[in-house]
């Protein structure tokens, strides 16, 4: 089979992690390699747009509320909310204090759990009441902390795929893109989207950047825990696990950038 193009990388990352009508001719090993190296170039889209949409009802005289619940909804409708949909299965996993076996199963079925329900509930509204307040103290940082929230969010992703992460089931997204990335590359990825949004903050301010760094170190950070505790508990990862991952990194970030 020959090598995996950039385009091959970039039509994984948009057609796995989107609704965004992108055609994936290759679903190898290979093209998921790059399709996860890329995957923060995809958040980046998700989150301007998310921005884009907050923006514009701040100028039509919106409030700060009513354009964080817009900007929260975009992401959600540019995933078909497959990711909070991961993030609920997860926490219905977790919280069953069953087996790996078990656990999986429960986090398979169609329906979600008080633990998923509850999980949801409090997520969607810390993302909401941080956007509020960034938008509050000004529509710029308010616009930044979407876009970089949601790049964050699937850096998480290419963090996750790395090489040694296993996959907790033999089908499956997590399977398919799990132990696909290399070392190598997934500290490029980091370092690339750390120093982005950096000088994003930088932009606003001394103390935004501050708030970027620490945004980035504390999102990664629970993500980080996040999947440890999931690989522990499963065995690997799955496309729930990398859900909850990336819902789990956007609230981090999120909260820190409204803090201040």
Known sequence: MPRSSPLDALRF?????TVIPVRVTRWDREAARGGMLCAPLAGLVVGAAAALLGLVL???GAGAPL???ATVAVPAALTRGLHLDGLADTADGLGSGKPAEDALRIMKQSDIGPFGVITLVLTLL???AALAQAYDASWARGACAAVVSATLA??????AARAGVPAARPEGLG???AGV???????AAAVAVAGAATAAGALLGPYDMVRSVLAVVLSLAAAEALLRHCTRRFGG???DVFGGLAETAATTALVVLSLG
Do not use: W
Request: proline residues 6%; glycine residues 10%; hydrophobic residues 65%.
């Open 13 to 17: 990352a948009f057609g796995t992690l």
């Open 58 to 60: 701040l100028f039509l």
């Open 67 to 69: 354009a964080a619940v």
């Open 126 to 128: 810390a993302q909401i």
């Open 154 to 159: 699937r850096l998480a992703l290419t963090l």
């Open 175 to 177: 399977a398919a893109v």
């Open 181 to 187: 990335v290399p070392p190598r590359g997934a500290v």
């Open 237 to 239: 990862v799955t496309g």
